[in-house]
């Protein structure tokens, strides 16, 4: 917690305290530096108020103090849902010196999200980032590195793995966890992601080629917009809604919702502190800028467990999750007889901090934080990479590196556009 900011507080508290006759004990006594005691409202600055920023503006426990967005039209509307006085920035670097925030929720296109989760853990901010993570796996190191250097509490905004109807399960993930921690599906396991086990892989972010160049609109800072991305002229279509077509600042339906479907599979194939050693692609040769499609993806794990992102719906009689022993589809139903009587004598999971504001309060890590969130988005990237190249990719999940393949190595660690870096 920042010294300023620590101090004004108990200041104010011990006043009010003396006024009543009564003695509060200041939040460093009680719980060190990072301390945020009960009684205190938390603070959130969101760094990008578009759709998905505007769309968390309540969240329980913490009140909007600060709101910053390139683009002059999307503050005007988050000042309006606010209701409120609130602070409003064109450059995020101004809210991270707020001394009155206390979380930072990035909502920016993921070409922002390393660095300005970077620089939020430098200033002395918790942070809250929309998925993926990040948008090179070097930069996901980068996060983990200085969110644990600067002792900062981190959340994923994916949420499945701890709550909430998985897709086309028809259950949360807590159920299939049991299961799979039972043995009664045998090991190793295939984990098939398609439409016909619930997905949707969201194809229509693809880009457009030769984009003409157009007049930047008055209300966007577009440079600002870019920056760490590499310089293109403005289009329409590159930006806002339709950014994640390009793979300057995402990787189309990889990227958008590949944080989703995969980081619950990863929790529940016990992958957190790992990744895959391979992953095989098919796909059609991609375009320099504009994101296409993909067929298939499929990742080998060490031990010979595999998740097969099927975007064809080739398998039309493809198990969610199939081991030696048994399968589970769609709906929850099963090829295991009493499956859901046996569910009643198996042992819950470990149990998960899935509040954020508890989590910044207790200094408890998030469910999903910078580190199973890293790894999680190490498999959107590797796949990102893979489709890319268009070839398959050995790796080492212990280096984080690609094996023999310099080509995929330097998608690993991006260069950034002047004067950005980390």
Known sequence: MNNMKSSRRTFLRTSVAAAAGMMIVPRHVLGGPGFIAPSDQLTKGIIGVGGMGRGHIPYEGTKVVAVCDVDKNHLQKAVQQVGHDV??????????????????????????????????????????????????????????????????????????????????????????????????????????????????????????????????????????????????????HRVHSNFRGYWDYDGGGLGDMGQHYLDPVQYLLGKDKTSPIRVDVDA???????????????????????????????????????????????????????????????????????????????????????????????????GIAAVRLGRSLDFDPVKQRFIDDEGANRLINQPMRGPWTF
């Open 87 to 236: 602070k409003t920035f064109g450059d995020y670097r101004e809210l991270l010196a707020l001394p009155e925030v206390d979380i930072v929720h990035i909502a920016t296109p993921p070409h922002w999200h390393g660095l300005m989760a970077v620089e939020a853990a430098r200033a002395g901010k918790d942070i809250w980032c929309e998925k993926p993570m990040t948008r090179t796996i070097g930069e996901g190191q980068k996060v983990v590195e200085e969110v644990n250097k600067h002792g900062r509490m981190f959340r994923l905004n994916t949420w499945f793995r701890f709550k909430d109807t998985f897709y086309g399960l028809g259950t949360d993930v807590k159920p299939l966890k049991k299961i799979i921690e039972s043995g009664v599906l045998g090991w190793p396991l295939k984990v098939t992601v398609s439409g016909v086990t619930g997905y949707n892989w969201k194809f229509f972010w693809s880009g457009k080629t030769n984009l003409p160049e157009q007049p930047i609109p008055e209300e966007l800072d577009y440079d600002m917009w870019l920056g760490p991305a590499p310089y293109k002229h403005y289009n329409a």
């Open 284 to 382: 059609p040769q991609q375009h320099y800028d504009a994101v296409g499609s993909w067929r298939r993806i499929e990742y080998t794990y060490d031990d010979g467990c595999k998740i097969i992102l099927d975007g064809e719906n080739k398998d039309k009689d493809a198990a969610f999750i199939e081991g030696p022993n048994g399968k589970i589809f769609r709906g929850f139903k099963s090829d295991i007889p009493n499956l859901h009587k046996l569910l009643e004598t198996l042992p819950d999971p470990e149990p998960q901090v899935g509040l954020f504001s508890d989590s910044v309060r207790t200094r408890q890590k998030f469910a999903l934080n910078e580190m199973n969130g890293h790894r999680s988005c190490t498999m959107v990237n590797m």
